[in-house]
């Protein structure tokens, strides 16, 4: 009731002020309003006893001044009339006139002096009058002056009842307008805040989840109600860390985690800032077709899910090319929006490309040039000269803006993403040599002979030996980076430590395999149906009959061996025939790349593929391959993994392959059986995988077989094992060696770049 009445009573104080305020401005028009009114009528009145003087030659008497007032003052509110000559002598007056007009009052002398009408209102023995004196004449002269006396009292009753009118009516309106007040507080008000409350204080106590169920719907308190959510699922998110470290303390675990990481590059940045460059930006905003509204989207990444804790330990900044329809409509006037958009702790810096720069820097070089020429599968890399022009002008851009970000700040760290940005490393250190700077090539690096077919091999390792740290997959890449320095560039190479030595710069060179995050938390995981309940319910809404479900997840793209995957899945059912009506193999297709002719082409072959086998095979409402061509989210995809007796990842080149990582960490229930091609990545650490060349494809037919004959228990002991691989070489455990690594390198800085940094 406090609350209620300290909201109402300011409510209530301020209808009040505004009904007074509004009460003396109208006492006020009213009073003009009446006076000026009388003023007009007494000056008609005065007129016409003035010619009546004036047109009567003999001296005015008493009797014929009351006569002149009686037939001309009828309701005028005239209180009487005299008539004084020119030495002030009154020459005649109406009966009950006031005894102050013995003599002529002021108006009188000035009406005499002036030579025309003067008037006042005033108050005398506690009354109010209105005086008009008008002087008249004879003989053209001024022969006296005629006064009238009005009686003002009736204004004054007047002005009374209308306050104490206006008194009635605030009093009524402040009672009307503060019950209404107080209903419309209790109810949207008062009892959402009360609510809000006792949810707060249950969460608080720690009985129940986060879920916002407690909280009372409606507009008003939206935005609190969205802040307490994100309140909730922090406080939630925080107490199962606190739980889960208490585990890992209690069992002298040294896993990885989001919050383990925060601690521990907040210890070793020790207040530097720390920047990330990479094309894809981790929120971008786009418009929403249907209310021309700006909705953000999550781009699906790993590297947001590894980065995002490194940067909100270090309140960092992040660079990426701003790629959303909408993203100019919401940065500041430097390019900058703080995120996560429920929690900013860190800054996104867009930088901003032109089609035709996005053509030859991205789709040009990057991924018609150097993904092919890094994947090895076979497809001719395309370098074109103005591509390469194009590269060399977004890599200097995007460092030009790393360097605007770092002016004023003392060693900062920074960390650049991928094949994109080969050059911008070398662009960087050259400006700031006090920067510790790292690059992490994502994709593989092929052998020497291969990466030779580049027209600009030694600019692109140049720039890449800018950096004093570069991380890429696996040890093999490693040795394929150094032995392509070797055979390109004058330097010195040492095998033994992985480091570069050129132009007075120590590179050092290491295998980070990159992972994805493991879900920790047992509050955050969910009950899930069981895997023939899944599988029956996936294949009901695609509209198959069958038993057996087999899945793949892949960008449609040349490099992840799609068509081999299909060949092998047909040479099964011929060798297999038994499986025939029982297992359908669903591909998760997301088209890629499809403004560059290769990819097009790509998605043709294989939806050709596809339903070449289908008509071969298909019967009734089985077919063997179920072809999904378009993006799926995480949430989308999760019960395909969960559900699936095999997962099919034959890529032809690969530097890690995070989708046989996500499947294996999506099957709590440490069942199903993966196929994973020799030539990724993952291979090396997921040794329980079924593996396989994907160019063959009778090895790939067994290895379907294999996996389908699986026991329950050796499905359970492979799984449960690269489970184990997973949760202890997670995301995290991976940015936590990269950038620790990046952090213990000593930096010689020149003392003039010292002075030119300090100024």
Not at 158 to 183: D, E, G, K, N, P
Not at 397 to 405: G, I, T
Not at 432 to 457: G, K, L, S, T, Y
Request: hydrophobic residues 40%; contains cysteine; charged residues 25%.
């Amino acid at each position: 009731m406090r609350t209620t009445l300290k909201l109402v009573l300011p409510l209530a104080a301020s209808v009040i002020c505004v009904s007074l305020f509004h009460s003396v401005h109208q006492v006020g028009i009213e009073r003009r309003n009446l006076r000026n009114d009388l003023s007009y009528r007494a000056a008609i009145l005065a007129g016409h006893l003035r010619e009546s003087l004036e047109s009567n030659p003999g001296p005015p008497s008493d009797k014929n001044l009351n006569r002149l007032v009686e037939s001309n003052a009828q309701g005028e509110h005239l209180s009487g009339a005299v008539v004084y000559d020119r030495e002030g002598k009154f020459l005649a007056l109406t009966p009950g006139i006031s005894p102050h007009f013995d003599a002529p009052p002021p108006q009188a002398r000035r009406a005499a002096q002036l030579d025309s009408a003067a008037s006042d209102f005033v108050r005398a023995d506690g009354e109010s009058f209105y005086i008009l004196a008008l002087p008249f004449h004879r003989n053209a002269q001024v022969a006296g002056e005629l006064v009238l006396v009005f009686d003002t009292s009736y204004i004054q009753a007047r002005i009374m009842r209308i306050i104490r009118a206006s008194i009635y009516t605030t009093l009524i309106q402040t009672l009307l307008i503060t019950s209404l007040a107080i209903v419309f507080i209790r109810w949207n008000v008062a009892a959402p805040l009360a609510n809000t409350a006792k949810w707060l204080r249950t969460l608080r106590s720690g009985a129940v989840d986060s879920s916002s169920s407690g909280l009372h719907p409606g507009e008003m308190f939206a935005q609190i109600h969205t802040e307490a959510r994100h309140l909730a699922r922090d406080l939630s998110s925080a107490r199962a860390t606190a739980h889960e470290e208490a585990q890992l303390r209690e069992s002298q675990s040294s896993l990885w985690t989001a919050d383990r990481l925060r601690v521990s590059l907040e210890d070793r940045l020790h207040g530097h800032a720390l920047f990330v460059v990479s094309n894809r930006e981790p929120y971008m905003h786009v418009f929403n077709e249907r209310d021309n509204s700006v909705q953000i989207i999550v781009p699906a990444s790993g590297l947001v899910t590894a980065l995002e804790p490194v940067l909100h330990a270090s309140q960092g900044t992040w660079l990426a090319n701003g790629s959303g329809n909408a993203d100019r409509k919401v940065v500041d006037h430097n390019d900058h929006l703080q995120v996560p958009p429920h929690r900013p702790t860190y800054t996104l810096r867009r930088v901003w490309l032109t089609k035709e720069e996005d053509l030859g820097y991205y789709k040009g070089f990057s991924n018609e040039g150097l993904w092919p020429l890094c994947h090895i599968v076979h497809t001719r890399p395309i370098f074109r000269p103005e591509d390469w022009a194009y590269y060399q002008q977004i890599n200097q851009r995007f460092a030009d803006a790393v360097l605007q970000e770092m002016k004023g700040m003392q060693s900062p760290v920074l960390l650049v993403q991928d094949y994109h940005f080969a050059l911008l490393s070398r662009m960087v250190k050259e400006a700031r040599p006090d920067a510790r700077v790292a690059i992490f090539w994502h994709i593989p690096w092929p052998n020497p002979e291969v990466f030779r077919i580049c027209p600009w091999q030694k600019e692109l390792l140049d720039g890449l030996l800018g950096a004093d740290l570069i991380g890429l997959q696996i040890r093999t890449y490693c040795n394929n980076f150094l032995g392509t320095v070797d055979h390109a560039l004058e330097a010195l190479t040492d095998w033994d430590r992985l480091e570069v030595y050129r132009r007075g710069h120590v590179t050092r060179v290491r295998p980070y395999p990159v992972s994805v995050a493991f879900p920790q938390n047992k509050a955050e995981t969910t009950v899930y149906r069981n895997p023939g309940e899944q599988r029956a319910a996936l294949f009901e809404k695609l509209g198959v009959e069958a038993s057996l479900l087999g899945v793949g997840v892949d960008r449609v793209d040349y490099t992840k061996g799609i068509l081999e995957r299909f060949r092998g899945i047909e040479r099964f059912l011929e060798q297999y025939p038994a499986y025939l009506m029982r297992f359908t193999f669903v591909q998760i297709g997301a088209p890629s790349r499809t403004d560059i002719p290769r990819y097009r082409q790509f998605l043709d072959e294989v939806t050709a593929e596809a339903d070449r086998i289908n008509e071969r095979f298909q019967s009734g409402r089985w077919k063997p391959i179920v072809l999904l061509k378009k993006h799926h989210s995480h949430e989308e995809i999760e019960p395909f993994y969960r559900a699936a007796s095999v997962c099919l990842v034959t890529s032809l080149h690969d530097g890690m392959n995070l989708v046989a990582k996500e499947f294996v960490v999506s099957r709590q229930d440490n069942r199903g059986a993966l196929i994973l091609s020799t030539f990724t990545g993952a291979a090396q650490e997921l040794t329980d995988a079924l593996l396989i060349n994907p160019y063959d494809v009778d090895q790939v037919a067994q290895a379907i077989y294999q996996a389908l004959e699986l026991s329950e228990k050796q499905q359970e002991e492979r799984m449960a094992r690269m489970r184990k691989t997973v949760l202890e070489h997670n995301v995290y455990g991976w940015a936590a060696s990269l950038l620790s690594d990046l952090t213990e390198i000593r930096v010689e800085v020149p003392e003039q770049s010292k002075a030119a940094h300090a100024s």
